[in-house]
T-cell receptor
Framework: NAGVTQTPKFQVLKTGQSMTLQCAQDMNHEYMSWYRQDPGMGLRLIHYSVGAGITDQGEVPNGYNVSRSTTEDFPLRLLSAAPSQTSVYFC???????????FGSGTRLTVV | DQQVKQNSPSLSVQEGRISILNCDYTNSMFDYFLWYKKYPAEGPTFLISISSIKDKNEDGRFTVFLNKSAKHLSLHIVPSQPGDSAVYFCPLPYTGTASKLTFGTGTRLQVTL
């Protein structure tokens, strides 16, 4: 099993550009989430999903869109990148209520 | 409002000694608690959990204690090893049927030789 796969691992964007961070899991998990990690801020929840077709906002959703058309995939879209979105992004999935989350290895994004 | 707080941002422990990491929570409705560990440049990994119907759960060198009356959670690592050096998170636990895990800033553990 590959677990949770995030692509790309590194990305540099110019301010105003858009891009999609990919996340795929092969564990048939219902729950998936996106987090960002910034120095001194811990991990902050951006968006999450409890199943295909169902998404909701986390703590810091502004500037990001998500969709969940399949159980396996949960892409995160940056609509117009800003330097404040420079961060490390983690995708995670869980088998459900009380299931521990499995995290991907992260995407390091720099917006210049 | 943070419903779970890790009041110690960092902790340094000698190899072989006990490491104790603490969390305090406010909502007595929480019924399941988890600990995660994170190394630099990696995603967090699930470490150990405990249900609110228990007051202790043990897995090898790791033991989690739950004091419901004090709304306090602690993780004990005995004996501590250099490989335990990482950031430990006590995320906001699951409630109800929605699965939403929110993390704080964690506690950085440094195990010295």
């Amino acid at each position: 099993n590959a677990g949770v796969t995030q692509t790309p691992k590194f990305q540099v964007l110019k301010t105003g550009q858009s891009m999609t961070l990919q996340c795929a899991q092969d564990m048939n998990h219902e729950y998936m989430s996106w987090y960002r990690q910034d120095p001194g801020m811990g991990l902050r929840l951006i968006h999450y999903s409890v199943g295909a077709g169902i998404t909701d906002q986390g703590e810091v959703p502004n500037g990001y869109n998500v969709s969940r058309s399949t159980t396996e995939d949960f892409p995160l879209r940056l609509l117009s990148a800003a330097p404040s979105q420079t961060s490390v992004y983690f995708c995670a999935s869980s088998q459900g209520y009380r299931g521990g989350y499995t995290f991907g290895s992260g995407t390091r994004l720099t917006v210049v | 409002d943070q419903q779970v707080k890790q009041n110690s941002p960092s902790l340094s422990v000698q190899e072989g000694r006990i490491s104790i990491l603490n969390c305090d929570y406010t909502n007595s409705m929480f019924d399941y608690f988890l600990w995660y560990k994170k190394y630099p440049a990696e995603g967090p990994t699930f470490l150990i959990s405990i249900s609110s119907i228990k007051d202790k759960n043990e897995d090898g060198r790791f033991t989690v204690f739950l004091n419901k009356s004090a709304k306090h959670l602690s993780l004990h690592i005995v004996p501590s090893q250099p490989g335990d050096s990482a950031v430990y998170f006590c995320p906001l636990p699951y409630t109800g049927t929605a699965s939403k895990l929110t993390f704080g800033t964690g506690t950085r553990l440094q195990v010295t030789l």
